[in-house]
């Protein structure tokens, strides 16, 4: 296919770019790793502006073709489960904002994290198991110190990689991460840590057990708990009083 037949294609001029830049990636014109022309380089290349350029390149982010880094020249890359997913994450905060996002993202935790409490109920072998427990060891350790959210998270991903599903495991480590990276502040994190670490101790122990209905509904209970936390401070700040005028 010829350049300018990408080009002269009915579709909005990002598109065309995007797909042109692909194809040298693919072809191997344009070397993967290798950092791309520069933004005014590519407009006169295709005769475009500064923002339709722009819109092109964010394209080719997303579908995993661009590496991108602040004060760095964007870099060719080839798809990657990670790559794609991390580029849509990126969209849907700045299409939603961050507070419906993290709302969505709470809500997708629980729909992720329950089901695999009902499955690591139902298919965990000796392995997963042993692995469940050393995390829940390493959270008891790390009770009121700040490695405590790492274990948490540590011990919630032993949980969904019991599903074996490698899409579920990107989408739990990109975005509980960042849920935690903006949870808000408790009044007495040692209590808060103990409560956290006896609601996975619960989860566990029902897993052991083969119930089902109780590994489910400790878990349910577990992230309700953390998103009505989010919501009242949400709802705090909001009330907060505002500055006094100038």
């Known amino acids: 296919m010829r350049e300018t037949d990408v080009i002269d294609a009915p579709r909005s001029s990002s598109d065309a ?15 993967k790793g290798e950092p791309l022309p520069t933004e005014r380089e590519l407009s006169e290349r295709f005769d475009a502006s500064r923002p339709t350029v722009r819109a092109a390149l964010s394209q080719m982010q997303m579908r995993g073709y661009l590496e991108a880094q602040p004060g760095h020249r964007p870099r060719a890359s080839s798809p990657s489960l990670d790559s794609i997913l991390r580029g849509a994450a990126d969209h849907i905060r ?5 507070a419906e996002a993290g709302a969505h993202l709470e809500q997708m935790r629980q729909f992720i994290e329950t089901g695999a409490a009902r499955a690591a109920t139902m298919r965990a072998d000796t392995v997963h198991l042993a692995k469940l427990n050393e995390a829940l060891t390493r959270n008891a350790e790390a009770i009121g110190t700040p490695d405590f959210a790492q274990t948490d998270i540590a011990f919630h991903r032993a949980l969904v990689s019991v599903v074996g599903n490698p899409i579920l495991l990107t989408l739990h480590d990109m975005f509980v ?13 040692i209590a808060n840590d103990r409560i956290s670490h ?48 100038a």
């Open 177 to 189: 991460s960042r849920l935690f990276a903006d949870r808000p502040p408790v009044a007495d994190p």
């Open 94 to 98: 700045d299409i939603l904002g961050d």
């Open 198 to 245: 006896e609601e996975h101790r619960a989860i566990y122990t029902a897993i052991l057990d083969g119930d089902v209905a109780a590994a489910t509904d400790v878990m349910e209970a577990h992230l309700a708990r953390s998103l009505r936390r989010r919501l009242k401070a949400a709802a705090l700040g909001s009330q907060a009083p505002a500055a006094p005028q």
């Open 17 to 31: 770019i995007a797909e042109v830049l692909i194809a040298d990636i693919k072809a191997g014109r344009q070397p």
